[in-house]
């Protein structure tokens, strides 16, 4: 491993030219322009002849052309985060839908209900649980196999956790199934077994499914992990469910954000060894003055007890939410703060604090830029 | 008229969401989101129709804090924070020392923020509790929340008549101190002087916090019957109604009309006057969804 080893968390923006093809939305001007401008700078010209003259039919992509158009974004994305620096990469899920409908689209038993409010005007599209969980295929083989032939680099491949999963669906079958009369015991008991069979039967099979397949970095997305502080202690069992043997070839790591952290520690422990790096969301609650004084780095508060644990902590450095590019002397404060509590520069990796799927790629792209920069400046000046 | 409200803030249906996903993505129009917010409401109030004190569904707030910012000078809006358990996310707001309503902008933002369907309807006057107000807030104090609600609340009295429900899942998530509760007694004894006042309480066991909401001069209390057993209600205080969340907005399971009128019986044999409503905001639900257990509870009054 490095030091300070830098990863993207998950998601990237899709291109335009992505969205509407597979939505069958007519193309414009400006989105070939924008697939040509991005294959210039990315070096890929030569071999993007292919997906501009799909793109050049503008409208009515058959089922093969809109495969090849997700494989070129695909391809884009990986690069683009090749090109920026970073040591593990990825394609930020361009062969998904996001983080939480790819899965479950590809889970027998769910059934979509309607949009929900995230917050704002943003929304996603919520599943219930109707039947019994069923894998229908492993679903990030196929996405894993087509980053493996871009890159030379480590990849690492996200998965949306089971208690995620679990908690951001309804659920109408598992609480037919318990009898209980107390409603709301009832409802707790069908979120247990809800989770616990998701870990077994749809995360576990696809995390061995990657390890076999020759994944060497996964990531398991947790970001509901917290929501309710009732249900901790299920949520570390699933983990353990979900990870079984595979923690001793494979590297583990959890992501989870906007959340309560404090929340965890009491559970921590359990999961030591078997989950190796634990990334939290930090940038966002930091303010953007150069400095490593502890009210500039007000974000990073939460280390006081982290250190304690044994875990590589995945550091965010890069607020995912605004267009504000993070200077380097910002990185570089926001990692040396961690590193004069956590000391050890092979303990840190840095990170976003989360996917940057709502920036745009010219801002994502600066941002990553920076952060790798910054990275460099911060083990210059411990000396490596 | 049915005793039933129309709590918290309220989906929208799907084509208004298609198209703000739209809007955002450069695809539609302003003027198409605008038509589509229409629908909207006709449909709230068509929902409500049966119904003495109507809500417009808060279908203009991104959260119970947001509209705050518009009204109180030089608020700043924050990052996200999570609301309680749920996977809704909340701006924290964060306050000028110096507390001051924007004068010239308080008539178009009632308007704009407490719709009604006529000038003769009556309105269900959803607030954040001041102990919510805090929770989401930076660099206030709980006194100058309610000093500056209550200068608020009669801008939105002067031109809305009905029935203040302030949504509190705070009051059942931490211990409230002895100063806290001095200074709720007196807000809510002086709001209560001007209209009916309803505190809501949710995402929580109501043990700890009952005695101290009977203490105070409110008309009624919501309670959240999804977390919280009937039999837990010993005594009820006989001035009060209840206001009964029973069908659940956070999941998509359909109550049978069987597990409903169990809890309901229960009730009536402990409390004269009882609303329904959900056990929360229906904001958790899909559109669809919410119709249909808002009908449940309508059916039932």
Redesign the interface.
């Given at each position: 491993m490095k030091p300070f080893l830098t990863h993207e968390i998950g998601s990237l923006a899709k291109p335009n030219w992505r969205i509407k093809a597979i939505k069958n939305e007519k193309l414009d001007e400006e989105d070939l322009k924008e697939a040509i401008k991005w294959a210039e700078f990315l070096n890929l010209k030569k071999e993007s002849e292919k997906l501009f003259s799909i793109l050049n039919k503008r409208i009515n992509f058959t089922k093969e052309e809109k495969k090849e158009i997700i494989y070129f974004s695909s391809l884009f994305a990986t690069k683009l985060i090749e090109k920026a620096g970073l040591d593990l990469v990825y394609d930020g899920e361009q062969h998904r839908v996001e983080m939480y409908e790819y899965p479950v689209k590809n889970i027998e038993g769910f059934e979509f209900?309607?949009?929900?409010?995230?917050?704002?005007?943003k929304?996603f599209k919520?599943a219930?649980c109707i039947n019994l969980p069923k894998l229908k295929n492993f679903y990030h083989l196929e996405e894993f196999k087509t980053i493996s032939s871009f890159t030379k680099k480590p990849i690492k491949i996200p998965l949306t956790g089971a208690y995620t999963i679990m908690?951001?669906s309804?659920?109408?079958y598992y609480?037919?199934n318990i009898y209980e009369e107390?409603?709301?015991k009832r409802?707790k008991l069908a979120r247990e077994k809800f989770l616990y069979d998701l870990a077994e039967t749809i995360i576990y099979p696809n995390l061995k499914k990657l390890k076999e397949e020759g994944a060497k970095f996964l990531q398991i997305d947790e970001p509901?992990a917290t929501?309710?502080?009732d249900e901790i202690e299920i949520f570390i069992n699933s983990l353990l469910k979900s990870i079984k043997e595979l923690y001793k070839d494979t590297f583990f790591s959890i992501h989870i954000c906007?959340?309560?952290y404090k929340l965890l520690f009491p559970f921590l422990e359990k999961i030591q060894g078997i989950v190796k790096e634990i990334h939290f969301e930090y940038a966002?609650?930091d303010t953007k003055e150069i400095g490593r004084d502890k009210e500039k780095r007000i974000g990073y508060k939460i280390l006081d007890d982290l250190k304690n644990f044994d875990f590589i902590i995945g550091l965010g450095v890069i607020d995912v939410?605004t267009d504000f590019i993070e200077p380097k002397e910002l990185i570089r404060d926001r990692i040396l703060y961690a590193y004069e509590k956590i000391k050890d520069p092979y303990k840190i990796f840095v990170a976003p604090d989360c996917g940057l799927r709502t920036r745009k790629w010219e801002i994502a792209y600066e941002k990553l830029k920076n952060m790798v920069e910054g990275k460099e400046i911060a083990l210059k000046e411990i000396g490596f | 008229m049915k005793k039933v409200f129309l709590n918290g803030i309220y989906?929208?249906d799907?084509n208004l969401?298609l198209k703000?996903?739209d809007f955002?993505k450069g695809r539609t129009s302003y003027e198409k989101i605008q038509e589509e917010f229409r629908k909207n409401y006709d449909l709230i109030w068509e929902l409500q129709k049966d119904i003495e004190y109507k809500s417009d569904g808060l279908l203009s707030w991104?959260?119970l804090l947001r509209p705050f910012s518009e009204i109180i000078e030089n608020t700043k809006v924050l990052?996200?924070?999570?609301y309680f358990?749920?996977?809704?996310?909340?701006?924290k707001l964060f306050f000028d020392k110096k507390l001051k309503i924007k004068e010239n902008k308080i008539n178009e933002w009632i308007e704009n923020y407490f719709k009604i369907p006529d000038e003769n309807s009556k309105r269900i006057i959803i607030l954040p509790s001041p102990l919510l107000f805090l929770e989401f807030s930076e660099n206030i104090k709980l006194k100058s929340i309610c000093e500056i609600m209550e200068e608020i609340i009669d801008a939105i009295l002067s031109k809305r008549k009905g029935i203040l429900f302030f949504e509190d899942p705070v009051i059942l998530k931490r211990e409230i101190l002895k100063e806290e509760k001095d200074i709720l007694r007196k807000f809510y004894k002086k709001i209560s002087s001007k209209t009916e006042v309803i505190v809501q309480t949710y995402f929580g066991k109501i043990d700890k916090a009952i005695n101290f909401l009977f203490s105070l001069d409110i008309k009624g209390i919501g309670i959240d019957?999804?977390?919280?057993?009937v039999e837990k209600i010993k005594s009820w205080d006989k001035d009060k109604i209840l206001v009964a969340g029973i069908v659940?907005c956070e999941?998509?399971?359909i109550e049978k009309k069987e597990?409903i009128e169990n809890i309901l019986n229960k009730l009536r044999e402990k409390v004269e006057e009882i609303y329904l409503s959900g056990n929360c905001d229906f904001?958790?639900?899909?559109?669809?969804?919410a119709d249909e257990k808002f009908k449940i509870i309508k059916n039932l009054a």
């Open positions: 209900k309607g949009y929900v409010r995230s917050f704002d005007n929304f919520k219930a908690d951001w309804f659920d109408e609480i037919k107390n409603f709301y409802k509901a929501s309710k502080s906007f959340s309560d966002n609650r939410h | 989906p929208y799907e969401i703000l996903i955002e991104h959260d990052g996200l924070k999570r358990e749920t996977n809704f996310f909340y701006r019957f999804i977390r919280n057993e659940d999941n998509s399971y597990e904001v958790f639900l899909p559109r669809k969804i």
